[in-house]
C-alpha cells in the first residue's frame, strides 16, 4: 500500500513565479545558416550546439511561488543529461539499470523509441507524483522500465531563415538533432528517446521497495518542506 504523500512537495524541474525567459536579441549566426544571440555567450549552447532560451537564474530564497505547470528550462536539461529524478534529483542508484519513466497516459502503454521531455523519477518520488500531480492523477498514466535514453533533440521555437521570427505553429515543436531544422531552432526542452521499453505496474514497484522505506522517504520530504516553507 501506497502511504499518502507529504504535501507540498515541489519537483526540481518545476518553474517558480519570479523565473523569467530573458528577451536576447536574436540574429544570423556569423558562421553558418541558423539563428545566434546578438550577445551569445559558450553558455547559451548545449553539448550538442543547441541554443537555447534564456531563463533567468534565481538562488532558491529569490524564486518566489512555485508554478507546477511550468518547467524550467535549464533545470529539466540537467535532469535529462544525467537521469536525475525530476522531483527530487536523486542520482540513479545503479547506472546499468533501467531508468523509471512516468508518462502522462496517451491512451496505451509505452511506446519503444517514443520521445519525451519528461526526465526520469525514482521509486518514490512516483508515488508522490500519482498522488499529487494533478495530470497523472486517477491512473491518467504510464510507467515504464527504460534502458536506454539517448538524447534525441529538443523542443523548441523554431525560426524562419528569412525573418528571423519564429515560424507560425505550435508552441513548442519538436527538433532532432543534427536536422535542417536544428540550427534555426531555440531549444527549450531536451527530449529524449526511449529503447529497452518494459511497461511496470507501479504497484509491485512500490511493493518492493516496501512500505517502510516508503515511509521513510516521504517523511525526508516532509522535513525538507518543512526548512525550506
Ligand atoms: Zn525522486
Redesign the pocket.
Known sequence: MLPPAPPGVVP?IAGYSEEALLNPRIVQHALFPGVAYADETPHDRDSFGMLWVRPTLLPKRRRGEPRLREVHPYRQRRAMANM???????PPEDLDAPSLFLLRDTGGPVQEGERTASPP??????G?SIQLCHALRRDHYAAARVEHAPAWGVAGLVYDPDTLIPLPGKELERVEYGTERAPWTVAARTLVALYGVTPVDLEEEFSRLGTDRLEE?FARFRAATRVNG
Do not use: G, N
Not at 536525475?84 to 536523486?90: F, K, Y
Not at 523519477?121 to 512516483?126: D, G, M, N, Q
Open positions: 526540481y536525475l529524478c525530476q522531483v527530487c534529483t536523486r523519477v525514482c521509486v518514490p518520488c512516483a508522490i522517504e
